[in-house]
């Protein structure tokens, strides 16, 4: 989607309630357009900016960061103070009420003020506060001032604001007013006990002191209405009700259910407060399953394999706020719907509650990765435990969130290694994580160095962009887990059975370049999906961020394109992404001569709820062929079977590969006895063999190929790429011209018709990258609605010609050839046939020439001037080198074609 780099100033953004978890009717929204201020040298304070009386010279779209084009301000290079300011009018029912003034997050510190009164000061950016200031309050227009400081201070929580995205500064989450009584609500914390078909209701109360009641009601049919009466301290008191849900509808991705309520504060019948709530009955839990000696990750008391993606949940225009509700909803409904997730990582962000809310609502499991320092110290340990403290207050009853993760790979942790101290400090806060909720599976430290201390989850992390060494990492992963192992901790501490799970991984990591992912996804996906003990993964990412390009989607969540469905009909993202995955256990391309055995070992991991009886292993191996046409060369099938939470081998597929050469497809699947396929995967396979330079194809027709490295001539006004192996390409105006032979004994008078087939395409500088800023050398960004166009000239002996139009400089899981030579990822062409009649003047060409001269010109004066790739049979998407088709007259063929079906096999094709 394509979004304008800044919000209407005079537009209200994000209306809806921020908490739908914790939600009272009466509220009034604050976002939209706030005076603002800069404040570098520190006066404000010194000059009485709080008492609301100065005009401040600058307006700001809240709640966006002042970096973000949305925010009105976008300047992400200050640091320091800002100075917010704007008026409200509270509403005449609300005069008797008290008065809340809450924000969703600030980062970092802020100090408010209300009608020149000082209102309260906070400190931690990702943390929600409020103030009661009905105290301060008056009749009609009122005023509220809050001065902000960030200076990105390394002992501050951060994540990735220090050192790799754009900062987020000031307000960012929603501002609102809430009113109550004189006592009020202060925290709903919903516990599920599943397996005593209840939930323990915790109701904190705040304000004054009084005896109430409490009152639970469900918006859920045929639940009960429960009071409570409490007497409250003034301070804070916490009553628990217990609530009896017999045959309860459990909380699952396929099963979203949410059980809804109010509930109410009471005096003497009188209301005093009221909050509506949610929670999910679901238990997350790790255990045994069968007879299998290790653990799993436990949903509702059966294993549960989590297919995930890393979410960095930052956007373009606004970096940590979303822009927009529904672009919220749309990256957890995509992720489920699109891409087959049912798990996110939302990455070292104490993310927005709303986020939360959709993962609930739609069925999305969540990684609740909390945001590290980069100074450890004791400032910076307090500052973290208290966001701990607060994100877990604020969001306990999300049934979507499954498991906190503490630290990722030791980032502040380790300013001087990470010592045994500090390790122990890590457990400490493991410990405390686990008083504080003792529902979910906590990690101490998503690692990347192999230094668990202690945690409910081992996982680790790999970025390879290499098949053999992905298959190898992996393996050596899986044999060295299993209890008293010393792998992947550190500190003398052990593993014992708990579950492994990859928590991040890919082919293009942080600082891979601009580039397909489809490749790295299918084969390293395969490659996990092929261990019994890996229970889950974690791709690196749901959306590409700023420089870094691993994403399924591009970071303003524009499609890009995989080209899976080119290879097998119907196949997608989605069939990687599936509970029943179909393992091949060979490379995604591998090389093999013609008539060899190919071997192909087979297993199904199963672990959905299906049940199917009649199961068929089928296979078919499809191809193009040197000519580039398709052919169906075998196919069979064969009974299967299958075993839940385990991956079920299902024997070797051995097959003879074609007499000729060809780029292959083997198409694996399972289908029922009713003809339903459960699940399926391929592999290519490329077939190798002599081919002619010429050959005659049938009576009367010639056919003659040439290399694209072989021209004569090349002159562009860009980048060059004449050394690849396969491939030759331009940018920007130019040419490349080739001189060629006629096949032996064939002169120009007896041709009728040329026809040159070839695959091509365009051929992009730094035109289709999203963040050229930061170049590299392996860019070649995925296909996606980003085109690059092309006008090539075709000319023969510059009297022939005709005019052609590339629409784009492609590149994924099409161009398999590019991915095995590892150069140029994924990029490819279309197959162009042109067919050329003999005339006089192309005839006496030839003669005076006494070649074919051959060119492909993007001319200066062109339409679309977007340079030229050509591809040969060792890069792209078809595995044949350019060729010529002579068709002769009346189909006589020369003599020395008579009787040869090939004249030349290994030399040029060059004049």
């Not at 309050?137 to 501050?156: F, H, I, K, W």
């Not at 256990?585 to 070992?601: E, F, K, R, Y």
């Not at 050394?723 to 390409?729: C, F, P, Q």
Request: glycine residues 8%; hydrophobic residues 35%; contains cysteine.
């Amino acid at each position: 989607m394509q979004m304008e780099n800044r919000v209407n100033m005079r537009y209200i953004p994000r209306t809806e309630h921020p908490r739908p978890d914790f939600q009272r009717e009466q509220w009034l929204n604050l976002n939209g357009i706030w005076e603002f201020e800069f404040d570098p040298n520190d006066i404000g304070l010194t000059e009485g900016w709080q008492s609301g009386n100065r005009h401040f010279s600058r307006e700001i779209a809240v709640p966006f960061p002042w970096e973000s084009s949305y925010s009105g301000i976008e300047q992400p290079d200050y640091q320091g103070i800002a100075w917010y300011k704007r008026t409200f009018t509270v509403p005449d029912e609300w005069r008797t009420h008290r008065v809340h003034l809450k924000f969703g997050a600030v980062d970092w510190g802020a100090r408010v003020w209300v009608n020149g009164k000082f209102a309260g000061v906070h400190r931690g950016g990702y943390s929600p506060f409020q103030l009661e200031i009905t105290d301060f309050l008056q009749p009609g227009s009122n005023t509220v001032v809050a001065r902000v400081v960030d200076d990105t201070n390394p002992e501050y929580p951060s994540g990735k604001q220090i050192g790799w995205y754009t900062r987020t500064s000031g307000i960012w989450q929603t501002v609102y007013l809430e009113s109550t009584g004189d006592a009020w609500i202060r925290y709903v914390h919903i516990t599920p006990d599943v397996k005593g078909e209840q939930a323990h209701v915790d109701i904190t109360v705040a304000g004054k002191p009084d005896e109430f009641a409490v009152e639970l009601s469900f918006l859920n049919p045929g639940m009960p209405e429960i009071r409570r009466m409490v007497l409250h301290n003034g301070y804070r008191t916490v009553v628990r009700i217990t609530v009896q849900i017999p045959d309860a509808e459990l909380w699952s991705p396929d099963n979203p259910h949410l059980y809804e309520m109010n509930v109410t504060l009471l005096k003497a019948e009188s209301q005093i407060d009221s909050v509506r709530t949610y929670f999910g009955m679901r238990e997350i839990t790790r255990g045994k399953w069968g007879d299998k000696p290790y653990e799993y990750i436990l949903l509702n008391g059966e294993p549960v394999y989590l297919m995930g993606a890393l979410h960095q949940s930052f956007h373009p225009t606004s970096i940590h706020t979303y822009p927009s509700d529904n672009i919220i909803r749309d990256d957890i409904d995509r992720a489920k719907k699109e891409f087959g997730f049912n798990c996110l990582r939302i990455h070292i962000k104490v993310d927005e509650p709303r986020l939360y809310y959709w993962a609930d609502r739609l069925g999305m499991l969540i990684l609740y990765d909390l945001p590290n320092y980069r100074r450890d110290n004791e400032r910076s340990r307090a500052y973290w435990e208290q966001m701990l403290r607060d994100a877990i207050a604020r969001d306990y009853n999300h049934p979507s969130v499954i498991a906190w993760i503490l630290f990722n790979e030791t980032w502040g942790l380790d300013d001087e290694g990470y010592d045994e101290q500090t390790q122990d400090w890590v457990k400490q806060m493991f410990h405390l994580t686990r008083s504080l909720d003792a529902t979910r599976l906590i990690e101490d430290n998503s690692p990347c160095r192999y230094d668990h201390v202690l945690t409910d989850i081992n996982s680790w992390h790999f970025y390879i962009d290499n098949y053999d060494k992905t298959r190898e990492h992996i393996q050596h992963v899986v044999d060295q887990t299993a209890p008293g192992s010393e792998f992947n901790y550190i500190g003398g501490n052990k593993q014992n059975v708990e579950p492994l799970i990859n928590s991040e991984y890919g082919a293009v990591s942080a600082g891979g370049g601009d580039r397909d992912i489809s490749w790295g996804f299918k084969y390293q996906t395969n490659e996990l999906r092929k261990h019994d003990k890996v229970c889950g993964y974690i791709y690196t990412e749901l959306c590409d961020i700023e420089w870094e390009h691993n994403g399924v989607m591009n970071y303003d969540r524009s499609r890009k394109e995989f080209g899976y469905n080119a290879h097998v009909p119907g196949f997608s993202i989605r069939n990687l992404n599936a509970l029943d995955f179909l393992v091949i256990d060979a490379p995604p391309c591998s090389a093999h001569g013609v008539n060899d055995t190919l071997l192909a070992p087979v297993a199904i991991s199963h672990w959905s709820s299906v049940e199917a009886s009649d199961l068929k292993l089928h296979w078919q191996l499809t191809g193009i062929d040197k000519r580039g046409r398709n052919k169906v060369y075998k196919q069979g099938d064969r009974a299967a079977s299958w075993e839940r939470f385990s991956v079920h081998p299902l024997g070797e597929l051995e097959l003879t590969l074609p007499q000729e050469p060809a780029l292959c497809t083997l198409a694996v699947w399972i289908q029922d006895g009713k003809g339903k396929r459960l699940a399926i995967n391929y592999v290519n396979v490329l077939v190798q063999g002599d081919v002619p330079v010429s050959e005659k194809i049938h009576e009367g027709t010639i056919l003659s190929r040439f290399r694209p490295m072989d021209f004569a001539d090349a002159q562009w006004s860009g980048k060059a790429f004449l050394e690849i192996d396969g491939k030759v390409a331009g940018c920007g105006s130019g040419y490349f011209e080739y001189r060629l032979n006629l096949p032996e004994g064939l002169a120009p008078d007896q041709i009728e018709t040329m026809e040159i087939v070839f695959e091509g395409a365009s051929k992009a500088d730094a035109e289709k990258l999203d963040w050229p800023s930061r170049r590299k050398e392996q860019d070649y960004p995925q296909t996606d609605a980003t085109k690059h166009p092309s006008d090539v000239r075709l000319s023969l002996n510059d009297v022939a010609h005709t005019e052609l139009h590339f629409a784009d400089d492609p590149a994924d899981i099409r161009g398999v050839l590019s991915h095995m030579a590892g150069v140029h990822h994924g990029s490819y062409g279309d197959v162009t046939k042109i067919m050329f009649t003999m005339t006089d003047s192309l005839q006496t060409a030839l003669k005076d020439d006494g070649f074919l001269r051959v060119r492909f010109e993007v001319p200066d004066s062109a339409t679309n001037v977007g340079g030229f790739s050509l591809y040969g049979d060792g890069m792209g998407r078809y595995p044949f080198n350019p060729h010529i088709i002579y068709r002769f007259k009346n189909d006589n063929l020369p003599e020395d074609w008579k009787s040869n079906q090939d004249l030349s096999h290994n030399g040029g094709n060059r004049a």
